[in-house]
T-cell receptor, first 117, second 115 residues
Framework: AQTVTQSQPEMSVQEAETVTLSCTYD???????LFWYKQPPSRQMILVIR??????QNATENRFSVNFQKAAKSFSLKISDSQLGDTAMYFC??????????????FGQGTELSVKP | GAGVSQSPRYKVAKRGQDVALRCDPI?????LFWYQQALGQGPEFLTY????????KSGLPSDRFFAERPEGSVSTLKIQRTQQEDSAVYLC?????????????FGQGTRLTVV
């Protein structure tokens, strides 16, 4: 069974600075997807960034980037130039590929990020 | 619709009462997922539909939980004889059948409180 662990329940960062959120996972699969989702107080999960395990290049979306270390089963999220609107709960998630009972997401317990002015 | 819509946003039920939670997925999305999110926790998978077929219900915690999607669009999650441990946010997500990973779009959830 796959598991996802986020060891930082809470983090804070000053506006405009950089912060890194950690995530580790466990799986015996060789191909899979990893995600970071943001959940603001409105409760709606918003996809931040996606990484395909067979791609060695780390994914980047504007101010968000990941450090994907497949051998170490580590998947951290770096937020650059933090903004007040980044304040939210962040979840790391794992997904097996489609066609193999895939599609369902396995989430970590979340990291609550506060961006301070 | 423009996004995944869930109703009601909030539901308070007395213990033992039956509840029904509704999810309207994005038009054309074949896949639909239900998740349960306890307070301060990450969401946990409940069940998955591809069109009207329920392909995976391994996450349903008990036989009091039942989900359906009879016409392959709107889905209803029903909880019979609610218990206090059922209090949680119930999230619905939909995605295109092609599912290249991460295509899941979430609704805002229904917060169920059992008193």
């Amino acid at each position: 069974a796959q598991t996802v662990t986020q060891s930082q329940p809470e983090m804070s960062v000053q506006e405009a600075e950089t912060v890194t959120l950690s995530c580790t996972y466990d799986t015996s699969e060789s191909n899979y997807y990893l995600f970071w989702y943001k959940q603001p107080p409105s409760r709606q999960m918003i996809l931040v960034i996606r990484q395909e395990a067979y791609k060695q290049q780390n994914a980047t979306e504007n101010r968000f980037s990941v450090n994907f270390q497949k051998a170490a089963k580590s998947f951290s999220l770096k937020i650059s130039d933090s903004q007040l609107g980044d304040t939210a709960m962040y979840f790391c998630a794992f997904m097996k590929p489609w066609g193999n009972q895939g599609g369902k997401l396995i989430f970590g317990q979340g990291t609550e990020l506060s961006v301070k002015p | 619709g423009a996004g995944v819509s869930q109703s009601p946003r909030y539901k308070v039920a007395k213990r033992g009462q039956d509840v029904a939670l509704r999810c309207d997925p994005i038009s054309g999305h074949v896949s639909l997922f239900w998740y349960q999110q306890a307070l301060g926790q990450g969401p946990e998978f409940l069940t998955y539909f591809q069109n009207e077929a329920q392909l995976d219900k391994s996450g349903l915690p008990s036989d009091r939980f039942f989900a359906e999607r009879p016409e392959g669009s709107v889905s209803t999650l029903k909880i019979q004889r609610t218990q206090q441990e059922d209090s949680a946010v119930y999230l619905c997500a939909s995605s295109l059948a092609s599912g290249t990973g991460g295509d899941a779009f979430f609704g805002q959830g229904t917060r169920l409180t059992v008193v």
